[in-house]
C-alpha cells in the first residue's frame, strides 16, 4: 500500500502542476551541502542538493520560467547547469564554470533563470564544476502547454529513472588525484537507479528502487543518464518498450526491447503492465567498445505488479546485449526520427553558410622532466577537438567577452583540422594535443553544419558530443572517414532526430545542423567527464544580432565573482 500511496502523490503532483497556466513562473530552492549516505557497506558524506541522491526534480510547462535560487552551504564554489534547456538570449544562467559563470563561492547564493522555449519531455540539471555532477544532479520534466498534450495516448502514471555513478571514495578526491598525476581515472564502484545500486551488490536488497504498476496499464518512464563515464544497454525483464522522445522533444515510436543511452542523454520509454503479476528486474549494464578503463557492473531495481503476489525465486533479469556488442548498439541509435508532422513540425536547415570538420580525439600532452604518469613515457593523458585541447581560463569566457577583454581567450580554433590523415585508420601523426582558450566565433544566423570525425588516436571509442545553448539535427553518420562529396547524399533532411547530445561512434563520424539565433557563450564537450576534463571541449561565441531581439540580454546586476578577479 505504501507503494501504491507514494505512486498516487506522485501522479497528482504531476497533474497539479500540468494544469497550471502556460507561461508560469516558478521558484525553486536548491541548498548545495555535504549530506551522509550509506551504500556498498560504507558510509560517506558527499555533495547533494537539498539532501537528496538525486536531487529535486523541476516540474514546469512548456513555455514556463524557472527561478533556483542556488545556495552553496558546501566548502568549495559550484555551478549548475540546465541541460537540453536552451536559454534563450540568457547565457547568464547556463552555469558551465569558467565558461558562462565562475562558481557560486561557499556561503553564497545566486538565482539563476532557467527560460523554457520549445523543449517539451524530459531533460535534467547537474554540476557543472569539476566532477561535482556525480553526486548534484536532477530532472527537470517539462509539460505540454495548456491546451496541447502528449501525441500519444497519455500513461497511466509516469516515474523518472536516473542512472548514476556510484564511487566508496570521494568522488572530487578520485578527480583531483587524476589531474594531479596526468594518469587514467579511477573507475565508479556501482551504478545506481534512483539512487540505489540494487540487489545483486551487497548490503542492498533491502533498498532495492521498486516501482509499483498496475497490471494493463501504461506507464511513462523518463530515463535520464547522469553517469560520469559509461554508455548504458537498459531493459526490463519481459516486457517490451517505446521509445517516444528524447532531449526534451518527441520521436516517432521506437519498438524495442532495451535501449542504449549516453552519458548526457534523456529518453521517454512507455512500457505496459502487460505479463503475470509478478516483480520484475529492471536493469541497465555498461556498453564499451574501447581499451579505456569502465565499471562493468550492472545495476537493479524492482517493477512490482500491485497486488498479494510474493517475489519468484530468482527474480528475472532482462537479456542485454553484451558490453562490447556495438551491433545492437548502433542498431538501438540509428532508429531516431522525429515527429515532424503538423502538431510538431521541424526545420532542418538546408542553405548551410558555415562547414566545420572537427576531430575527436584522445591525445597526449608533454610534461616537463617526464613529471606525469599518465603513460610510461612520463606524458599526461589528453584530449582535444582539432587537435585543440581546452584550458579553462581564470575568468569565465562569458564576462570576459562581454567586456571585451580578449586576455582570456583567442579566437582563432581551427575549422578544420590542422593536419589531414587517415583519421580512423593506422595512425602516423603525433598524438600530441595543442593546449589554449580558442573559441569559435560565429555571425547571428549562420546556418551551420558540424561534422564530428572520430580519430584513431590515442585510445579510439565512441564520445558523447553535448551543444549548450541549442538542439540541433543529427541528420547523418556513419563508420570511417567522411567523405564530404558523398556521405551528404545519404543525409536525413525529412525527419532527423532534434537533440543536444548524440554518440558519436567509435572511429565513425556524425552531421549536425543548427542555426546560430541565440547569442551568447555556449560550451560544446563530450560529456564523459574524463574527456572534458582531459579538453575535449571548445566555446561558441554566438555574436549579437542588429536587434534587441536577437542580442544578449544584459548582465544580471550579480554574477558570482570569479576568484583572480
Given amino acids: 500500500m505504501g507503494l501504491m500511496y507514494r505512486f498516487l502523490g506522485f501522479t497528482f503532483l504531476g497533474c497539479l502542476l500540468f494544469c497550471k497556466a502556460e507561461g508560469a513562473i516558478r521558484h525553486y530552492d536548491f541548498v548545495v551541502k555535504e549530506s551522509n549516505f550509506s551504500r556498498l557497506c560504507s558510509s560517506k558524506s558527499m555533495l547533494t542538493v537539498n539532501d537528496s541522491f538525486p536531487g529535486p526534480e523541476i516540474h514546469a510547462q512548456k513555455g514556463d520560467t524557472v527561478f533556483?535560487?542556488?545556495?552553496?552551504?558546501?566548502?568549495?564554489?559550484?555551478?549548475i547547469h540546465w541541460h537540453g534547456v536552451k536559454m534563450p538570449r540568457n547565457p547568464w544562467s547556463d552555469g558551465p564554470e569558467y565558461v558562462t559563470q565562475c562558481p557560486i563561492p561557499a556561503g553564497t547564493n545566486f538565482t539563476q533563470e532557467i527560460n523554457f522555449s520549445t523543449e517539451e519531455g524530459t531533460l535534467w540539471w547537474h554540476a557543472h564544476s569539476d566532477w561535482s555532477r556525480a553526486t548534484v544532479h536532477g530532472a527537470i520534466i517539462v509539460y505540454p502547454a495548456n491546451g496541447t498534450s502528449y501525441p500519444y495516448p497519455k500513461p497511466y502514471g509516469e516515474q523518472t529513472i536516473v542512472l548514476a555513478s556510484w564511487y566508496k571514495a570521494d568522488v572530487m578526491e578520485v578527480y583531483e588525484e587524476a589531474v594531479a598525476s596526468g594518469a587514467e581515472f579511477n573507475t565508479s564502484d556501482a551504478f545506481t537507479i534512483n539512487g540505489q545500486p540494487g540487489a545483486l551488490f551487497d548490503c542492498s536488497t533491502g533498498t532495492t528502487f521498486r516501482l509499483a504498476v498496475k497490471k494493463g496499464e501504461t506507464y511513462l518512464l523518463r530515463i535520464i543518464n547522469a553517469i560520469l563515464n559509461e554508455e548504458l544497454f537498459f531493459g526490463i525483464a519481459q516486457h517490451n518498450l517505446t521509445v517516444v522522445g528524447t532531449d526534451g522533444f518527441y520521436t516517432k515510436p521506437i519498438y524495442t526491447e532495451y535501449i542504449m543511452i549516453t552519458p548526457g542523454q534523456t529518453m521517454d520509454v512507455l512500457v505496459t503492465a502487460n505479463q503475470p503479476a509478478s516483480y520484475y528486474y529492471m536493469a541497465a549494464s555498461p556498453f564499451s567498445n574501447s581499451e579505456a578503463p569502465f565499471d562493468n557492473a550492472t545495476?537493479?531495481?524492482?517493477?512490482?505488479?500491485?497486488?498479494?503476489?510474493?517475489?519468484?525465486?530468482?527474480?528475472?533479469?532482462p537479456t542485454l546485449p553484451g558490453t562490447n556488442d556495438s551491433t545492437a548498439a548502433s542498431n538501438f541509435t540509428t532508429k531516431f526520427r522525429s515527429l515532424a508532422n503538423s502538431a510538431h513540425p521541424i526545420s532542418v536547415p538546408k542553405n548551410i553558410t558555415k562547414h566545420i570538420l572537427m576531430t575527436v580525439s584522445v591525445n597526449l600532452i608533454f610534461c616537463p622532466n617526464d613529471s606525469c604518469s599518465g603513460t610510461t613515457d612520463g606524458d599526461r593523458l589528453a584530449a582535444s577537438l582539432n587537435n585543440q585541447s581546452f584550458v579553462f581560463p581564470e575568468t569565465d569566457i562569458l564576462e570576459a567577452y562581454t567586456r571585451n577583454n580578449f586576455s582570456e581567450f583567442t579566437t582563432d580554433f581551427p575549422l578544420e583540422p590542422p593536419i589531414y590523415f587517415n583519421f580512423t585508420g593506422d595512425v602516423n601523426v603525433t598524438v600530441y594535443a595543442g593546449q589554449g582558450t580558442k573559441v569559435i566565433e560565429l555571425e547571428y544566423g549562420e546556418v551551420v553544419e558540424l561534422v564530428y570525425q572520430g580519430t584513431n588516436l590515442g585510445n579510439a571509442q565512441n564520445h558523447p558530443m553535448h551543444l549548450h545553448g541549442f538542439s540541433f539535427f543529427l541528420v547523418g553518420t556513419g563508420l570511417g572517414n567522411f567523405n564530404n562529396q558523398t556521405d551528404p547524399d545519404n543525409y536525413n533532411l525529412?525527419?532527423?532526430?532534434?537533440?543536444?547530445?548524440?554518440?558519436?561512434p567509435k572511429n565513425g563520424w556524425s552531421a549536425i545542423r543548427f542555426v546560430a539565433d541565440n547569442p551568447g557563450v555556449w560550451f560544446l564537450h563530450c560529456h564523459y567527464e574524463r574527456h572534458t576534463t582531459w579538453g575535449m571541449a571548445v566555446a561558441i561565441i554566438v555574436?549579437?544580432?542588429?536587434?534587441?531581439?536577437?542580442?544578449?540580454r544584459p548582465r544580471p546586476a550579480y554574477m558570482p565573482p570569479c576568484p583572480n578577479s
Avoid: F
Avoid at 543 to 552: C, I, L, V, Y
Fill in 68 to 79: 533556483v535560487n542556488v545556495r552553496n552551504q558546501g566548502t568549495y564554489g559550484i555551478t
Fill in 299 to 317: 545495476t537493479t531495481a524492482i517493477l512490482q505488479y500491485m497486488g498479494n503476489q510474493s517475489a519468484p525465486s530468482p527474480i528475472p533479469l
Fill in 494 to 504: 525529412i525527419d532527423p532526430p532534434e537533440v543536444n547530445t548524440i554518440q558519436l
Fill in 543 to 552: 555574436k549579437n544580432g542588429g536587434t534587441t531581439n536577437t542580442s544578449m
